[in-house]
């Protein structure tokens, strides 16, 4: 369906590796995203978001680009990716593609060439600095582990990675690298594309190469000096002022930037991802720890989000989960028992879907798909995580408690195959799967879900319909409600008279109302039948009413 203004689209995410194989490789493909494009049209959604599926060696699953312009030959090729985008279109899906643009693979052409010597033409692509064996230039650290600096040996200079070793970062300071990349994004928007997700786009302007004092030294290349410079260029030289939506990943980003980032008069980008909610369960920053989760911390962190974003004019992206997340209904819901894990699966749904921005879903989380409780290291496949096992085994801690952290916080728990019947291998493959399944597909399958009306994905499929007819839903303000509250998640959408109340309970126990505010109105979405006078466990709902 064609909606009228791009802020009532919703996205849903396919990660190809994990969706739909038809050769029998073990690994999803393009051809295996067209053969399931109808189940994507049955959901409702707007936009397919394809994580990146150009020509690359896959240490980071695609993450590691060798070739813009080719299609991964695992993936299949540019025909079928012609075909996808005709299928998708005539079914009213657009598609938007992954732009990794702040490093590229260095099995890229243009860092083979910058390897071969300083004066290379393609040396000035990336980011190099002098420096001896065992002293890098700064004490910067890589996302992954480790320092951000790799040592050549033949030039006996350091190139920087913030991520892995073979992610080269790309030197944006040379008008070369700016031109070619946005040469580049115009071919694909010449050849069909509706849309760019533009990886760690924040990252793009690195600051003071000099520091060497502070610690992992993100405030150097966050938000970095010339970054808003770049993205204006880029938005004028190619997608600006056309039919393109575009969302940019933050990392570690501040809403003061992200309204800069969004604010359609700056002529960046039309919408932002940022991560600062889904790290309410990293106590003290540290991710690689087993620990619950911060539920004040958590409606905090929304609605100073909800709140900031819309007084200043900038839009969000709003999600739970996407590849590098684990799975919501584990993480924030149950998964303990399956009444639990539908239950708060679809109060996860109701509760972010109410908030202002554009909502995205990622692959299976519309059937409460959850993290597969991997028990041996030889399961993970993820660079990070076989990187954290290594460094938190190093540091003494023991293999059962690195398993569990893992299976807690692990990449990999949102990459395991997408679960499509109660078959073999869920219907993903003929194959061996390139990583195992989740155990529990012949209850959580797609097959199953649509043969029954009160599944999870029924609840996706209403609340992307409210979000295409229901105006407060795109344009209401936000008003935070109970923030202390240590159950409910409560808040009011307000637009012209009307007012739209979201309530959720996060707990596995009967609640009564709140007393001191009004919760009233039509239900327009809620995962119980009816409404008693207390809210059951994980019950949560849409109200709206006129004033
Ligand atoms: O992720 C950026 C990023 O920094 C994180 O989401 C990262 O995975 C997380 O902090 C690890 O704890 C993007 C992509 O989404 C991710 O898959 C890539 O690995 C990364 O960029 C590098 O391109």
Excluded at 165 to 174: G, M
Excluded at 400 to 417: C, F, Q, Y
Aim: overall charge negative.
């Amino acid at each position: 369906m064609a909606v009228s203004d791009w802020r009532k689209s919703v996205v849903y995410q396919i990660y190809p590796k994990s969706f739909n194989d038809t050769t029998g490789s073990g690994m999803g493909d393009i051809r295996g995203i067209i053969e399931k494009l109808d189940y994507v049209q049955a959901l409702g959604v707007d936009f397919i978001w394809l994580t990146p599926i150009y020509e690359s060696p896959m240490h980071d699953n695609g993450y590691d680009i060798s070739d813009y312009y080719k299609i991964n030959e695992r993936f299949g090729n540019i025909d079928d990716f012609k075909t996808l985008i005709q299928e998708a279109h005539q079914r009213g899906i657009k598609v938007m593609l992954d732009i990794v643009i702040n490093h590229t693979s260095t099995s890229h052409e243009w860092f083979v060439e910058a390897q071969k010597s300083k004066d290379n033409p393609y040396r000035d692509y990336y980011i190099w600095r002098d420096g001896d064996y065992d002293s890098p230039p700064t004490n910067w650290e890589s996302k992954f582990g480790g320092n951000a600096w790799q040592y050549d040996d033949d030039s006996n200079q350091y190139y920087l990675r913030l991520f892995d070793v073979t992610q080269a970062d790309l030197n944006w300071e040379n008008d070369a690298v700016r031109r070619e990349l946005y040469e580049m994004i115009n071919y694909w928007i010449d050849f069909g594309v509706d849309g760019f997700r533009f990886d760690v786009i924040n990252l793009i302007s690195k600051g003071d190469f000099e520091n060497t004092v502070h610690g992992p030294g993100k405030e150097f290349y966050t938000d970095g000096p010339k970054v808003h410079d770049y993205i204006h260029e880029m938005n004028r030289s190619t997608f600006g002022g056309k039919d393109i939506m575009t969302v940019g990943e933050m990392s570690s980003t501040t809403i003061d930037h992200c309204i800069k980032y969004t604010k359609p008069e700056r002529q960046e980008l039309s919408s932002v991802f940022n991560f600062h909610h889904l790290k309410v369960d990293y106590p003290n920053g540290e991710k690689w720890t087993s620990s619950p989760y911060d539920f004040i911390e958590l409606k905090r962190i929304l609605m100073e989000w909800q709140e900031g974003m819309d007084q200043g004019g900038g839009w969000n992206a709003i999600f739970w989960c996407n590849h590098d997340q684990p799975r919501v209904v584990s993480r924030f819901g149950s998964d303990r028992t399956d009444e639990e894990r539908v239950l708060s699966a679809k109060m996860l749904a109701i509760s972010l879907h109410g908030l202002k921005g554009t909502p995205y879903i990622y692959q299976g989380e519309e059937l409460g798909m959850t993290n597969p409780k991997f028990s041996r290291i030889d399961q993970y496949k993820d660079v990070e995580s076989l990187n954290a096992y290594e460094s938190l085994r190093a540091k003494g801690t023991a293999s059962d408690a690195v398993l569990k952290i893992l299976s807690e916080k692990s990449r990999d728990n949102s990459r395991t195959p997408m679960q499509w019947d109660n078959s073999k291998n869920a219907g993903f493959t003929d194959g061996e799967p390139w990583i195992d399944l989740a155990p529990d597909t012949s209850v959580v399958n797609a097959e199953a879900a649509l043969k029954d009306e009160e599944s999870v994905f029924y609840t996706y499929k209403k609340l992307i319909e409210l979000r295409h007819e229901t105006d407060i839903l795109t344009y209401g303000s936000v008003e935070p409600l109970l923030m202390n509250d240590q159950n409910l998640f409560v808040y009011k959408r307000i637009l012209d008279g009307e007012v739209l109340t979201a309530v959720a309970n996060y707990s596995n126990k009967s609640v009564p109302y709140p007393e001191n505010i009004s919760i009233d109105g039509s239900v327009l979405i809620s995962n119980y039948d009816d409404t008693v006078d207390v809210l059951r466990p994980f019950e949560a709902k849409l109200l709206h009413r006129t004033e």
